[in-house]
Nanobody
Framework: QVQLVESGGGLVQPGGSLRLSCVASRSIFSIDAMGWYRQAPGKERELVARITGGGSTFYADSVKGRFTISRDNAKNTVYLQMNSLKPEDTAVYYC????????WGQGTQVTVSS
């Protein structure tokens, strides 16, 4: 079992940057896959980026080249660096950990608007 707490969301202008953090309540060393998802109003939750314990990454086509996912096992934290933000990136961003079950954080709001 694990609790996840996201932070780092906020209001940013188009073209700006944000870094999201997801802090886990236990060591993430043994958690193979952790990821970031997002859900915009009226839309389904979608995968944004995923990282394995070995450091392999996957990105949705819509964020490739703009977002970077990373993990710091020593700090039990997964990050999502978001650059060149667009209005369509506006959503609640959630962290997910895949154990026997899937665990989700409470989400952090990202709003991209001028």
């Amino acid at each position: 079992q694990v609790q996840l707490v996201e932070s780092g969301g906020g209001l940013v202008q188009p073209g700006g940057s944000l870094r999201l953090s997801c802090v886990a309540s236990r060591s993430i060393f043994s958690i193979d896959a952790m990821g970031w998802y997002r859900q915009a109003p009226g839309k389904e939750r979608e995968l944004v980026a995923r990282i394995t314990g070995g450091g392999s990454t996957f990105y949705a086509d819509s964020v490739k080249g703009r977002f970077t996912i990373s993990r710091d096992n020593a700090k039990n934290t997964v990050y999502l660096q978001m650059n060149s933000l667009k209005p369509e990136d506006t959503a609640v961003y959630y962290c997910k950990a895949n154990l026997v079950y899937a665990y989700w954080g409470q989400g952090t709001q990202v709003t991209v608007s001028s």
